[in-house]
């Protein structure tokens, strides 16, 4: 059965530290790895990857994958509150179907 | 451009009882989706439809039906209400080239009782 796992379930830290989330996935059919970031409602697109070793970056958000080791990371350097969020991995597979992990519930105290 | 619009927000149901869930797109994807989300738990895939006239089952479609009349409307049937579907819902579309990028709706939690 297709699954992906993120940890930690949760986090807490202070506004600028640097965090690290983990997703790791078996997956049939793997064709890219997603992050999105779910504030109160809806989630919303960060990075597609699809090979392994290559960093994608956004601003203070950067994300890569291991396609050996089946695992990509999400850091998030000098977190601000607004970074405050449950981050998701999922995985695309062969059919349009994404499947998801339960997400990483960040928190960020000022 | 409004994206994708869900309605209702939010929504009690008893036992038995049916309904449907709407949702619209006005950015002309092909692609849309629903999902599940329970508590501490990721997304589930209801249906999807890769275009109008064509639906396919996700995960976990027992229990609901959709239709794909339109290049815009994609709404979500739940008959016979039963606690389990007790969840927030949540509908995405997609560009055909793009099935990884999802713009989701705001979702629409709904209460079994």
């Known amino acids: 059965e297709d699954k992906v796992v993120q940890s930690p379930l949760s986090l807490v830290v202070h506004e600028g530290d640097t965090v690290t989330l983990n997703c790791s996935y078996e997956?049939?059919?793997?064709?890219?790895l997603l992050w999105y970031k779910q504030e109160k409602k809806a989630p919303t697109f960060l990075f597609m990857l699809?090979?392994s070793g290559i960093e994608k970056k956004s601003g203070r958000l950067s994300s890569i994958l291991d396609k050996k080791e089946l695992f990509s990371i999400l850091n998030i350097t000098a977190t601000q509150t607004g970074d405050s969020a449950v981050y998701l991995c999922?995985?695309?597979?062969?059919?349009?179907?994404?499947?998801w992990g339960a997400g990483t519930k960040l928190i960020i105290k000022p | 451009n409004a994206g994708v619009t869900q309605t209702p927000k939010f929504r009690i149901l008893k036992i038995g009882q049916s309904m449907t869930l709407q949702c619209a797109q006005d950015m002309n994807h092909n692609y849309m989706y629903w999902y599940r989300q329970d508590p501490g738990m990721g997304l589930k895939l209801i249906y999807y439809?890769?275009?109008?006239?064509?639906?396919d089952k996700g995960e976990v479609p027992n229990g609901y039906n959709v239709s794909r009349s339109t290049t815009e409307d994609f709404p979500l049937r739940l008959e016979l209400a039963a606690p389990s579907q007790t969840s927030v819902y949540f509908c995405a579309s997609s560009a055909g080239g793009k099935p990884y990028e999802q713009y989701f709706g705001p979702g629409t939690r709904l209460t079994v009782t």
């Open positions: 999922a995985v695309e597979s062969s059919n349009y179907q994404l499947i």
């Open positions: 997956v049939t059919n793997f064709r890219s």
């Open positions: 439809s890769v275009g109008a006239g064509i639906t």
């Open positions: 699809t090979s």
